[in-house]
Structure formats: C-alpha cells, structure tokens
C-alpha cells in the first residue's frame, strides 16, 4: 500500500487566496483525520471523519476552514479566505484501527 | 477535558545509552495509549502500543510501561542511536480518535 498520499507538498499563496488540500487516505480505512501542526501550537486536530460523515469539527479555527469526504478515498480541506496564522504543515491521518498513519504533510505559506 | 502531556520538552542521550521518555495523561477511561515518532519533513509513524489493561509491552529495541495508578506512561529506548533522533508523541485514543501530547524531542549524541 502506498499509505496515506497528500497533494500538494507544498503551497505558497498570498493572503485572500482560496487553498485546498487534499488526501487519499489508506484503502479500507474509516477514519479520516485532519490535523495542523505549528511550533507554537504542536499538533492539533482540525476534525475528523467516520465511514466518510464528519464526527467532530470543534477543532477548525473559524468558519474560514472547511473539509469534505465525498468518499471513502478522498477527502479535502479547504481555507477560505487564507491568511497568514494559516501557515502550518497540514497532515491527513487515516485508521481502521486506534494507530492512525500518518501523510507526509502539506507545508502552507500564506503570504 | 482531556489532556496529554510530555514531562520534558527535550532530551539528549549519548549514543549507545538508553533513552526514558515520559508522558502524563489524564484521561483514566483510555481504551489504548500510543506512542509515535516523527523525524524532520515526515508525519509521526506509529511506533507500540500498549492496552490499558496492560502494565508493559516491549518491541524491537522499545519497550512502553504503563501506570495507571499516577497516569503516567513511559517509553525506552534501548541502545539509542542516531536514526532514533526525531519528536517522540505520546496519545490517548478512545473510540477512534486520539489525543496527542505536546512531544519531546531526543536528539542522540555521537
């Protein structure tokens, strides 16, 4: 399996652009989970997804954030409007089980 | 809530010596604690797991103690080496999703 696969690896937009994500998690898995990591912050869940319904959002900063699973094998995070605070590495983590497997991240630079 | 933390932020071994990293958590109803590592430019990897019903579990080279009576969980390295040099986490995981610790970074002297 190739695991978790994320696009792009990195992004570089200004400030006000609209940035999507995107990840194909783990076949077979049914958990989805989004997380942002900065320095200041560690590593923080944005919102995660069961057999492709969101379960828990509480974690997106504001409403500028939004994520969708349309199936099992694709799901995307989307900041619009972006700004600077922004500017993190974004990782997709999938699971079938408690371990969750990590994507190798998307880093964002909001200019 | 809650909370998973990491006693120290960082930690520097000599090479060949054995590493301790520590973790405190909260929540005494975890199902299952787990410990990642994650080296520069990667997501963290899955490195063992232990049950909460279980006091200790070892792997290659790793083994993860667990105290429920002080929540407390622990992680050691044996012989530790240069590719073991990355930001350990530690995380709490109840019905599929997992709480994650602040981490601590091992850095391993030649």
């Known amino acids: 399996d190739a695991g978790v696969i994320q696009s792009p690896r990195h992004e570089v937009t200004e400030m006000g652009q609209e940035v999507t994500l995107r990840c194909k998690p783990i076949s077979g898995h049914d958990y989805l989970f989004w997380y942002r990591q900065t320095m200041m912050r560690g590593l923080e869940l944005l919102i995660y997804?069961?057999?492709?319904?969101?379960?828990?959002d509480s974690g997106m900063p504001e409403d500028r954030f939004s994520a969708k699973m349309p199936n099992a094998s694709f799901s995307t995070l989307k900041i619009q409007p972006s700004e600077p605070r922004d500017s993190a590495v974004y990782f997709c983590?999938?699971?079938?089980?408690?371990?969750?497997?990590f994507g190798p991240g998307t880093r964002l630079t909001v200019l | 809530g809650e909370s998973v933390g990491l006693h120290l932020p960082t930690l520097s071994v000599q090479e060949g010596d054995n590493s301790i990293i520590n973790c405190a958590y909260s929540n005494s109803a975890s199902d299952y604690f787990i410990w990642y590592k994650q080296e520069s430019g990667k997501g963290p990897q899955f490195i063992i797991d232990?049950?909460?019903?279980?006091d200790k579990r070892q792997g290659q080279r790793v083994t993860v103690l667990l105290n429920k009576t002080v929540k407390h969980l622990s992680l050691q390295i044996a012989a530790t080496q240069p590719g073991d040099s990355a930001v350990y986490f530690c995380?709490?995981?109840?019905?599929?999703?997992?709480?994650f610790g602040d981490g601590t970074t091992l850095t391993v002297k030649p």
């Open positions: 995380a709490e995981a109840n019905a599929g999703k997992s709480t």
């Open positions: 232990i049950r909460s019903n279980m």
């Open positions: 997804f069961n057999n492709n319904v969101p379960i828990d």
């Open positions: 983590a999938s699971s079938l089980g408690y371990t969750q497997y």
